[in-house]
């Protein structure tokens, strides 16, 4: 590929997903948006009268779903148009119609919960055995009961939505400051060039095998953090104190209580995967020692983390090849998915390279009734093939799942979401492995497969660990002072990657950049996610067809449970310690045969 960005009409069209599908004709885009405004002003006309007859329950839990089914396609077709290429003026504007028409719609539909747990409990219940399409959204109902002691009136609950744009401040300061006003400086790369540390370059800088370009862009990055120090402090104690307090108000136990309580997660795995990870710390404190090793360093430092101890294989991976790999890695999951998949690619689920404008990154994205596609910047390299299959797995859990359930649960939780995506990965990286004959290439995928244990299940199990800290720190009645947070951080620092690490001064500030402590109690998702995933994989690949089948009726379960429940279909119970246990089973394998090829 030429190193000169395209356009995108210069980019083949097959290798473009076909979005056009879902508006062949974009007046349709103009008439379903008309459509759903009209619909969600008529639906105000079921305000009060919910719990007049099973009927007409039915009739509003449809018609909402409706509603909703069809905003979901006009958001996504006109979001995917703008990530195409963002200055395309028509479709900016497309976007931000289809954001104030989710704002709107939202105001309309907003007495609906309140409304409906008005109804007493008894009554629903009956409703539901009278009237047989109920049935349907019996889970939903049931779940809404749970959560009613936490609901408020009416008039409550509209100021609480009123003051949203208020309470969620904090995290918009914190962008601010983090993506538009914080500045690093610059320092001179590997190459000779001045070049200016940003969020973009600074994960490339630490991969440096020049150590002077790592500790010079880690220096930069943290010294911008700590001159902002007391401001960062004070944003993110009012983000925490908004928790505790939103949580109190809707009278639950905790801050983390809340956030759990909408998967319906008990605390005791948050506990576990905690206390397990805690109790696996050797093995973490082992792979640094490796790392200083075959780095060839007297002493490791915080800056040393990233930089891989086996250089990239340069070989470039065509796009074509990459899909052969995969399809190869997937096979254990059977024809049937491999079969659905290769009609997805055919069919246009994938948009391929970059091009001028083009949203950076990647993604699985589409609406209940749309293709689930795929968005990607396909450089050809080796991390670029575990992205197709990272993006593949959530694409083809959201194909499994729209053509077995219905709308209502037509979608899925984080929680089980990135388990799909997760053993993609694995069972890619699982072939690799074993069909790797060059030592040096065995020693950079074992490497790589370490590195996402490192940073998914130990580095986000210490945030979540940190989450809790804060938050029953505030929860107590202390604040969170810039020097409390220094201080809480570098002792959690030094007890997960060991005291023969060097903790850098600057590391004490590393709580100040991380954006999702801006979203309490979002990571550990992460941490159980790859770990739920890991003894998936394993299953599959030790088990065969029994433990795919299992899975497979997983990819199609959508929401219809609580994902500690759906999880259980493929096999694995989150609510135990065995699959985090045997996720650090696996990490020593990994690290023992790193220290054989040593």
Not at 98 to 111: D, R
Not at 464 to 477: D, I, N, P, R, S
Request: proline share 3%.
């Amino acid at each position: 590929m030429s190193k000169e960005t395209k356009t995108r009409d210069q980019i083949d069209s097959k290798y473009k997903w076909n979005i056009s599908e879902m508006y062949p004709d974009e007046e349709q885009w103009k008439n379903d948006y008309q459509t759903v405004e009209k619909k969600a002003k008529d639906f105000v006309d079921f305000s009060g009268r919910l719990g007049d007859s099973p009927q007409i329950l039915l009739d509003a839990l449809q018609k909402k779903d409706n509603i909703w089914l069809l905003l979901e396609k006009i958001y996504v077709y006109a979001r995917m148009k703008k990530d195409e290429d963002n200055r395309v003026t028509k479709y900016q504007a497309m976007s931000d119609k289809a954001n104030s028409l989710i704002a709107k719609t939202s105001s309309y539909l907003s007495f609906f919960i309140p409304e409906l747990l008005e109804i007493p409990e008894e009554k629903l219940r009956g409703f539901i055995d009278s009237e047989k399409g109920l049935k349907l959204y019996e889970h939903v109902i049931n779940d809404l009961i749970r959560q009613k002691a936490h609901v408020l009136s009416k008039a409550e609950e509209s100021i609480l939505a009123q003051i949203g744009e208020v309470t969620g401040a904090t995290n918009v300061v914190f962008n601010m400051l983090n993506n538009a006003d914080l500045k690093f400086g610059s320092i001179i790369d590997e190459d000779g060039d001045d070049v200016e540390v940003t969020h973009g370059r600074y994960s490339g800088f630490l991969e440096s095998y020049n150590r002077r370009v790592r500790k010079e862009a880690f220096e930069h990055m943290y010294e911008a953090y700590i001159n902002l120090k007391n401001t960062l402090a004070a944003n993110y104690n009012y983000n925490t104190k908004t928790d505790v307090v939103t949580a109190r108000i809707r009278k639950y136990s905790s801050a983390r209580s809340a956030a759990l309580a909408g998967d319906n997660i008990p605390l005791k795995v948050y506990d576990n995967l905690i206390d397990t990870v805690n109790d696996n710390l050797g093995l973490m404190h082992r792979y640094m020692e490796i790392r200083r090793k075959m780095l060839q360093l007297d002493e490791i430092h915080m800056y040393d983390m990233y930089v891989p101890l086996v250089e990239i294989p340069k070989k470039d991976i065509p796009y074509e090849k990459a899909l052969d790999m995969i399809r190869e890695g997937l096979s254990p999951l059977g024809e049937d998915y491999i079969s659905k998949m290769n009609h997805g690619i055919e069919a246009g689920w994938i948009d391929v390279y970059e091009n001028e404008g083009k949203t950076s990154g990647a993604y699985s994205f589409g609406s209940y009734d749309s293709m689930p596609y795929i968005l990607l910047n396909y450089n050809n390299k080796l991390k670029d093939v575990f992205t197709i299959a990272h993006e593949m797995g959530h694409s083809m859990h959201s194909y499994y799942t729209r053509h077995n359930q219905p709308f209502v649960y037509g979608g899925h939780s984080i929680f089980t979401a990135e388990v799909a995506s997760t053993v993609n990965e694995s069972l890619l990286m699982q072939h690799l492995l074993s069909v790797c004959k060059d030592p040096e290439e065995k020693k950079y995928l074992l490497n790589l497969h370490i590195e996402e244990f490192r940073t998914t299940l130990f580095r986000q199990t210490m945030f979540a660990e940190f989450e809790k800290l804060t938050h029953e720190a505030v929860e107590k009645g202390e604040v969170l002072t810039a020097e409390w947070l220094c201080e809480e951080y570098v002792k959690l620092n030094r007890k997960y990657y060991g005291e023969k690490v060097v903790h850098d001064p600057q590391i004490k500030m590393e709580w100040a950049r991380i954006p999702h402590f801006y979203r309490a109690f979002y990571v550990y998702k992460y941490a159980t996610g790859f770990s739920a995933a890991t003894f998936i994989s394993s299953k599959i690949l030790n088990e065969g067809q029994k433990a795919r089948d299992a899975y497979i009726e997983f990819l199609k379960s959508g929401e219809s449970d609580y994902p500690i429940e759906l999880l259980k279909i493929a096999g694995v119970d989150m609510s135990k310690p065995e699959p985090i246990v045997q996720a650090m089973d696996t990490f020593e394998k990994l690290v023992v045969s790193l220290e054989e090829l040593m």
